[in-house]
């Protein structure tokens, strides 16, 4: 579902859903058809990336060095936000609709360090899965749907799998100075259902994801031990299949959805040898999900899904547990979102194992 991915992404509460919300352009027949069988979906984007503060730093490890990565997420949202032509929206909705929403993520992830052109290179897998554990938009008993959606039907599972490599531009130590390059690759293989209301995944996209990386030591400025980390990306999606039915009534033919935009500004204090705390903030914005087409697309014409915009900080701890095992932690907050569910809070933690080759592992940080 939009906002929600890694990417995987409520503290104020929404206005409460007022009774008979939605009756406006719709025949009573499709009103209770789309109630009782498949309401709107939110479908999910593939946007952005999980890079952590102090990431570009570990582009260094040395060459043949492999790692085990594997985060444990929960997500948290008691609000969803439409924008004017969301789909919510055009069937009456307000601005803010209160709401339920909590997710737990899974991702396992494989890093290999090698070089190429004598730069350093780390080839990357990434896998993850999803649960949802309540998804109630309108926040209204099963037995009381009049009001609002009530709990919706859930596809969850995995999500589209993602390759990638990070090529180090600059890889300068001495001058702190680490400048990375990292092309992610989404696969459309994560598992999505048209026929429920909320999707983790996205409808069967591929999306390209360019980003750039630096990590700039302030030492040399005065500021000793502290980073600026500066994390930008840009997302490319392909149309998508249809992300919407309702059984007996039609389905939207297609989505299109506009590029997404994300970055990432840290400022980053090592306290100890692979231990830092960093505090960020993030801008996403664009990512506009259009559903068109079909039976759906002719009675509510191009409607939005949702969109990837949102403003978050961060919070952030890495610690060494031992040289090859390091943890690390990301908490977050949506201080604003638009076309999707605003997250009250996020918590991730990051377990690293490293399997060293013969050559000592640097003390770089984790790329």
């Known amino acids: ?9 409520a503290l104020w509460s929404g206005v409460r859903v007022h009774r008979g919300w939605w009756g406006v352009r719709l025949g009573a027949a499709l009103l209770g058809t789309m109630l009782a069988l498949s309401g709107p979906a939110s479908a999910g984007s593939d946007n952005s990336s999980n890079t952590y503060a102090g ?5 260094v490890i040395p060459t043949g060095t492999l790692l085990a990565i594997q985060y444990f997420g929960v997500r948290e949202s ?5 924008t004017n032509d969301n789909i919510f ?53 099963v037995h009381n749907p009049a009001t609002g ?4 039907s859930v596809q969850d599972g995995f999500l589209d799998p993602v390759f990638f490599l990070s090529y180090g531009l600059i890889a300068a130590p001495k001058d702190e100075r680490f400048l990375v390059l990292t092309n992610y ?13 909320v999707n983790v995944a996205a409808p069967e996209q591929f999306t390209w994801v360019p980003q750039v990386a630096l990590a700039e030591g302030l030492g040399k400025y005065g500021l000793k031990n502290f980073w600026l980390d500066v994390i ?6 392909t149309d998508g299949n249809a992300p919407l039915a309702i059984r007996g009534v039609g389905q939207f033919d297609e989505l299109d959805q506009d590029n997404s935009y994300d970055l990432k500004v840290f400022l980053r204090y090592e306290f100890m040898q692979s231990g830092h705390i960093a505090v960020g903030i993030e801008k996403s914005w664009g990512g506009d999900q259009i559903a ?23 919070l952030q701890i890495s610690y060494p547990l031992t040289p090859d095992i390091h943890i690390a932690t990301d908490i977050t907050h949506d201080f604003q979102r638009e076309g999707g569910f605003d997250e009250d809070i996020t918590a991730e933690i990051r377990l690293v194992k490293f399997f060293l080759p013969s050559t000592p592992l640097s003390s770089t940080p984790l790329k």
């Open 55 to 59: 990431d570009a730093n570990g582009i």
């Open 292 to 314: 068109k087409g079909g039976e759906l697309g002719a009675l509510l014409g191009a409607t939005s899904l949702g969109k990837d915009d949102f403003l978050k900080g961060h």
């Open 78 to 82: 008691d609000t969803y936000v439409t």
């Open 232 to 237: 930008a990306n840009a997302s490319l999606h």
């Open 89 to 141: 929206a055009k069937l009456g909705a307000g601005k803010e609709i209160d709401s339920e929403f909590e997710l737990f993520t899974s991702i396992t992830r494989f890093v290999y360090f090698t070089s190429l052109f004598n730069h350093p290179l780390a080839l990357e897998a990434a896998f993850t899965g999803v649960e949802v554990n309540e998804a109630n938009i309108g926040n209204e008993p």
């Open 185 to 197: 690759f989404y696969l459309p293989f994560g598992r999505y259902d048209k026929f429920a209301n």
């Open 1 to 9: 579902m939009n906002g929600m991915g890694h990417k995987p992404g």
């Open 149 to 152: 959606l009530g709990p919706q």
